[in-house]
């Protein structure tokens, strides 16, 4: 018995002793092991006893609300880990958005400008060197100050689905969608601050609330549909799947099409490059999710990118032309700081001519950031300790949800698109996570990424576009959740997450459903009413109310308070009028009545000497 005897089961019974070289080796690593835990706790122990440690309240700090398992190195880590899980985004995020070619366009109103006589492959280019840095620029400004506002591991970025809506419906491909890419900007812009009014006044909350959870859900499968189909596209994705001349989409023939729809290359499924996106960007980080590694899309991005940087093969990004030799003279470069050309001036706030289209934008983006921005800032909450209970809102949630909202307004001004929180800031919480320092690490590590934006912008689209297929595979594993035992609830998310992919629009998608569950819903419930008539699975209708439970927003709670205060003043003054107008109209009727006889006055004399002579005897008793 090893517990009796003190031996192990791997000791040496046989007195042969093992290598003693084999012995140093392991005897220098668990000293070195040893010198590397001391280094590490001297080092929280410091930063402990400092302001820093007691701002963010890391364990050991003296702070009254310390965090017990916040420690500075772990958050250094954490934040390391967060950022490594989201290197994906600095390489789909731009070539999303280069998609709608902003100004290379030449659409309305940029019309003759000078940059019109360029190429439209090259200025494309150009827009997607740019986006790199406003993508690093954006999300290191905003991990920052949500780290420092929030003391929270949460990682901000431009978010994946929500980009894809802006830049194939918004903008739209070449600029052919529902705004001109200025306006689209402007419309990102006044989100964030309605965004902000919205979590101020508590509505935020409570718009969440009042919308079923099964529209939630099948929202956000459709977008996750959404982004697969734009990675099996050309220009973002793996280019197999294209529009057809007989159906409407079909498995692509080329691999390089014109503008012209004309085939100009080989088959696509003869490419070497779709090979290598399909094995090295979608086989191999699936294997790794099987092994539950948390790097797999990024390690999968990386692999491909290092496999087309060679220039002699045929998967390379940077062939021997004039197009491939831009590309490869800004990549060699590796280190550098573009300059981008956006600010606050290519906001452009003529809505009147594009009122419908301007509001539609607005709202679908509102909505969409208002659930997933909420949704995964509970999640993070409550695993971090922060939400307990039933109650949904957790310490300094109307903080986070206005630093994120500022973050998409001030993202407007470079150039993106709305910015959310990442539920990839879930790797870094459960790597130890607890405090805004992981956050602030992650926000460093997107500054360094600016300066090494050349490097970025030399992923191609084909080690892009698996990975917008693995985070739409990602997207839709909530369908579960979908409660799909009774029709009211089941058509309208089935209708959600058909409309989004097919109709290529994330707006029409959530409108469509929305609007199928009332009609179906109010008919059902109609029908129930007049008849006495019921569905015979209607029991197993996810509930609904208008009137959600948890708190009332505060400015309605505010208007409660005063409308109490005034329906009392009011109670008061309707018990004091009838008293005054009854003493006046005795006043006036003595006025006016005749004197009262002599036996009258001497009995209410007699009355009121009676009560006076009985009212101490009377107050004795009381």
Known sequence: MAGSTGVRLSDNLDGVHENPRRSIFRRGIAYATEAINGGVDFVNRKVSGTYVGRFFRLRGSGHAEEIRDANFCTEIRAG?????????????????????????????????????????????????????????????MSCILIGLT????????????????????????????LLPWRTALTAVFLEGWIFIILALTGLRHWLVRI???????????????????????????????????????????????????????????????????????????????????????????????????????????????????NKWDYFSSMVGVRKTGFNMFELRFDLHRHQGNFIVALLTMLYVDMIDCTATLQGLARYTYRLQGLDPDFPGSTIAYCTNAFCISMGALLGSSPVTVYVESGAG?????????????????FLAAVFLAPFFSGIPPYATG?????????????????????????????????FIPFSYSVAYGLIAGLFTYIIVNGLIWIISKSTGIEPHDYHLKQYWTIN???????????????????????????????VQEFELMERQASR????????????????????TAQSPDHLRSD
């Not at 099409?257 to 490059?273: M, R, V």
């Not at 985070?471 to 594993?477: Q, S």
Request: proline share 6%; with cysteine.
């Open 80 to 140: 390391l880990i967060t950022f490594s899980t989201m290197l994906y985004v600095l390489a789909a995020n731009p070539a999303v958005i280069a998609a709608s070619g902003y100004e290379c366009s030449c659409l309305g109103e940029d019309k003759g400008k000078p940059y019109c006589a360029r190429d439209y492959s090259t200025c494309v280019e150009e827009l997607r060197r740019d986006m790199v840095t406003v993508t690093a620029a954006v999300s290191a």
């Open 150 to 177: 929030t003391n929270m591991p949460l990682a901000v970025a431009p978010g994946m689905g929500l980009n894809s809506y802006f830049a194939y419906q918004v903008v739209g491909i070449r600029g052919s969608g």
């Open 211 to 325: 919308i079923p959870t099964t529209m939630k859900v099948a929202g956000v499968c459709g977008i996750g549909l959404f982004l697969a189909l734009t990675g099996l596209t050309f220009n973002t994705g793996l280019g197999i799947i294209t529009s057809g001349n007989v159906v409407p989409i079909s498995l692509a023939v080329c691999d390089n099409p014109n503008e012209q729809d004309q085939c100009t290359g080989t088959s696509a499924i003869a490419s070497p490059k779709l090979w290598l996106g399909i094995l090295g960007g979608g086989i191999l980080p699936a294997v790794l999710m099987g092994f539950n590694n948390k790097y797999s899309i990024g390690i999968g991005v990386l692999f491909v990118t290092l496999m087309s940087i060679p220039r002699s093969t045929s998967v390379t990004f940077f062939p021997y032309d004039s197009a491939g030799q």
């Open 429 to 445: 919480a459960q790597s130890g996570g607890r405090t805004g320092i992981a956050a602030i690490v992650t926000g460093l590590c």
């Open 466 to 498: 698996p990975a917008l297929i693995l985070i739409g595979f990602l997207m839709l594993r909530q369908i579960g959740s979908i409660n799909w035992n009774y029709a009211g609830d089941a058509i309208p998310s089935f209708v959600t997450i058909m």
């Open 548 to 578: 959600p439970a948890g708190r009332k927003p505060w400015v309605y709670r505010a208007y409660k308070f005063i409308m109490t205060k005034i329906q009392k003043n009011k109670g008061q003054a309707t018990e004091e009028v009838p």
């Open 592 to 611: 006016l009545s005749r004197p009262r006889s002599a036996v009258a006055s001497a009995s209410t004399m007699e009355d009121k000497h009676s009560r």
